[in-house]
């Protein structure tokens, strides 16, 4: 067993963990529909972080031929990881019986831990990028240092127009870069 397929059991285990609390969640939110006031931003961003979480994963695949790991790096490299199950748990509630929920209330609510949490990967990934790249002006590594930014600031505001207009240019910026990586045109 090669160094990465040991590494990869448990960062695919986090991953695992964040895409079921995301259906999980999905799943009770849809059982206990006739309690819950839906909201487009919240299911937009868990559609956006399953999707993420998919992406992450199929991405990893190219640390295969890495050789030298320690145990610092490994701890680095799964921040991401981490970072993503955490959003995953905060962007939808934890529906209970009996209860009723208004997704856009919940949605502010918990907008500084989920966007926190959001905004740490791409900029542990930028970090990364940079470091593989020697250098932090790589495409990746901006792309990836200005989608921490925008999303990270969504933590401090609770205007609606500025969530609108952040989630569906992250969102767009990211369908465009899963296009571009899947047709390999970067």
Known sequence: MSPFEHLSVLISIIIGLGVTHLLASLHRLVQA???VKLHWLPLLWAVLLFISQVEWWWASFEW???VE???????????SPVALYLAAAFVLPDVEAGESYDLKQYYFATRRWLFLAIAMSPAVDAVRRAEQAGSITDFGAVSNA?????VGSM???QKLWYHALVTLAVGALFLAFIVSSALELR
């Open 64 to 66: 295969r031929s890495r």
């Open 69 to 79: 790991w320690n145990f610092f790096y490994f701890l680095f490299i799964l921040q």
């Open 155 to 157: 933590a401090f505001t």
């Open 33 to 35: 529909r006739d309690r």
């Open 146 to 150: 200005v989608s921490a930014v925008l």
